[in-house]
């Protein structure tokens, strides 16, 4: 047999042992030690309520209430005060739309942007506009963060008290209960996971 045709036989097996083993073996493997060890997460950490998928808990989403007229696209959705808010989202909090605004700390657009972002929030929560937290004004890198500061999250507590007849012990008690540390104890704030944190709410009686 020719040398160049046994080198490319070679290849060729080399080829089909490296398909099977990378292609095929490692990744169900991979995917039956996540499945058996870490189902939830490698599931995508699915939030249900009543038995009915409502999101995920690595997601952030909005919380709004309903339009007066869906059709309209140029209708802005309003915030609904019985339920904590999110951060904002360059993306709307679409998975396949994934990133920041791109705008620089000294853009004028930007600038302009979290100063009506934080009067409207100000106003919304009824506080002073000077202790609006940063995060409240301004979207993460990723725009599918579902975390807000703990600071952002005890702001809103009397109007969602207000908004459901329940007591600000209780709401602070949940903030508590879904507060997150810091990763690895160290890297970043601690925060508190929005979706978890509402998912309770509407349990809460």
Known sequence: MPTFLRTHLT??????????????????????????????????SIVKSGGQEVGSSLIG?????????????????????KWFQPRFSAGGYDPKASGASNLGPNDEKLTQTVQDRRA?????????????????????????????????AKEQVDRVAKARGVSADTLNQLIGKYTEDRSLGFLGQDGVNIVLLNKALSETK
């Open 11 to 44: 290849a060729l097996r080399m080829l089909l042992v490296m398909t099977v083993i990378l292609g095929i073996a490692y990744p169900l493997l991979i995917t039956g030690v996540s499945q058996a060890a870490f189902a939830d997460k490698a599931n995508g």
């Open 120 to 152: 409207a929030i100000a106003a919304f929560d009824g506080v002073d506009p000077a202790s609006v937290p940063v995060d409240a004004v301004t979207a993460s890198g990723s725009g599918l963060d579902p975390h807000i500061s703990v600071a952002y």
């Open 61 to 81: 989403q909005n919380f709004n209430l309903p339009k007066k007229n869906p059709d309209d696209p140029n209708e802005e959705a309003q915030p609904d005060p």
